[in-house]
């Protein structure tokens, strides 16, 4: 097979990352994280460590297969994507859980009074966010396994130079960041402050992003280990 210019590879690396983060495995596993968030920024941030995640485990596997020659076999990655399916279920049952039990969004209601004005009352949250980044960044070490064979195959067969195998990924992992953070920018805005005030508005936006994380993670696994 006739080998692409590289500059094309490069830009369609750099579409195929983008592309990739809006998957439904993926945007379901972030919407789960996100949605314990109540400002957009630190979503973003939690879909920037998600992306360097998945980065991270396909530049693993291309070192493998790449520089040291390691063959994996192709049957392998089901039970990857399997344990991704795994991966989804979990998710979806934390966040259930955290929310059931008030551990990680405590609503509380006070009046304050403010200058010049009459008290009265206010709805604030506190979530316990500071494991959040870690937590996606260990998501995005699962996801990227899957797919990640693919991936590699692709570019070992594509791309002539060492070099440039490399520099395909990396530009790939820089779009799955860049549309990681677009999605947890996104789907964040849903569960933002301005949204928060409604507690039955939340908690019907949480347990549907978790009913369905959770139905697509048992989906993945019967797609991968039974079908």
């Known amino acids: ?31 789960n994280i996100v949605s314990q968030r109540s400002k957009i920024l630190p979503a973003l941030k939690d879909g920037i460590f998600w992306g360097l995640g998945h980065t991270s485990t396909i530049f693993l596997i291309g070192i493998l297969m790449i520089l040291f020659k390691v063959n994996i076999p192709e049957h392998s990655f089901s039970y990857f994507e399997a344990a991704v399916g795994a991966m989804l279920i979990l998710v979806a049952s934390y966040r259930f859980y955290i929310f059931v039990r008030d551990e990680q969004t405590v609503f509380h209601t006070h009046r304050r009074e403010h200058a010049g004005e009459n008290r009265h009352p206010h709805v604030h949250v506190h979530l316990k966010g500071n494991t959040l980044h870690r937590t996606s960044y260990g998501i995005g070490l699962v996801h990227g396994l899957a797919g990640s064979g693919m991936l590699v195959a692709l570019v070992m067969t594509q791309i002539g130079t060492l070099a440039d195998s490399f520099l395909y990924l990396l530009i790939f992992g820089i779009g799955s960041i860049a549309g990681m953070a677009l999605v947890a920018g996104v789907f964040s805005i849903p569960f933002s402050k301005k949204l928060m005030h409604s507690r039955f508005l939340r908690t019907v936006l949480v347990l549907l992003s978790s009913v369905l994380c959770f139905a697509y993670g048992c989906y993945v696994i019967y797609e991968n280990l039974f079908a």
Not at 7 to 19: F, M, Q, S, T, W
């Open 1 to 31: 097979m006739e080998q692409l210019p590289i500059i094309v590879l490069l830009l369609y690396a750099l579409y195929e990352g983008l592309i990739h983060a809006f998957e439904a495995d993926h945007v379901l596993a972030v919407t």
